[in-house]
């Protein structure tokens, strides 16, 4: 009777020691192993050199190793690199490579498809299949580091959970996945080189709060105007403006970290004077960034870039409020690797 092997990745450190003990090994036996699984990267247990054969075959006889391949690399003429992910049970998830002239930032997913229903991005016309694991979301950034190294002569130096799904939809194991990439026996990034970015869902907002979380927080906002903002993002009937807001009123009172937003501005959508205003009333109660996003068409065009007057006045209009603005350039656009584009379409 075949039976189903666990993976090994979902044992921590300590469970790795117990199981050699009860196998009748050395329990530093677990150490090892664990410094194959995570800052060494390994893919398989033959990779694992300084451990005895007998030993390798014992783990094979018990676990696997449910490691991501990458099946389909693309590079676009900017430098940006879109990987098509496959998972352990053939599911696809897409990562990205950003470079810039002084980092490299990975876009990782955190679920196959997406929990919401944003009308203007391509992974939300995905249902959600599932969540992804830690350390498939790990493995994205490994990935990525290594093709950084490669092509752009840099480790990885920023990560944006900015891919694919709602990371606050599978909050656990996202917190397990930056755990491991923060942690000295992972990859030992700096957790404030790590951005996770929400639609946003107040309870969960509330609990990385009360968590307290060291990574920083965007939230994709769009519109501060109730009515206009649920005809984009449909969710925001459930999660209102006014939840959202005192979620992240709570969010700075515990931490103190500005909040960033990100936001498209579309014509004839959120391109009005009363938009901005309703979004400079919406950030000041804290030290706040708003990213304005240029926007990627998904193909059917109801929505459209609005025009550089629009931007124009978003940007003086937030200035003359002391409220940070940035206006961000989209990048990988030619291999459908920009901001709403991932798709699966590779």
Known sequence: MDIKKKDIRALTKEQLRDFFVKEGDKAFRGNQVYEWLWSKGAHTFEDMTNISKATRQKLETHFVINHIKVDQMQKSADGTIKNAVRLH???IVESVLIPAKNRTTACVSSQVGCSLDCKFCATARLKRMRNLNPDEIYDQVVA????????????LSNIVFMGMGEPLMN????LKAIEKITSPEGLGMSPKRIVVSTS???KMIKKMADDEVKFKLAVSLHSAINETRTSIMPFNATFPLEDLREALEYWYAKTKNRITYE???WDGINDSKKDVDALIKF???????VNLIEYNPIDDGEFQQANSKAIDMYVSMLEAHNITVTVRRSRGKDIDAACGQLANKT
Do not use: M, Q, T, W
């Not at 909050?171 to 996202?174: A, D, L, Q, S």
């Open 89 to 91: 049970d053939g599911l």
């Open 144 to 155: 990525i580091d290594k093709e950084s190294r490669l092509y752009h002569n840099r480790p």
């Open 171 to 174: 909050y656990k194991n996202v």
């Open 200 to 202: 946003g869902v107040p």
């Open 263 to 265: 936001y498209v501005v």
């Open 283 to 289: 950030c000041k109660f804290a030290p706040s960034k």
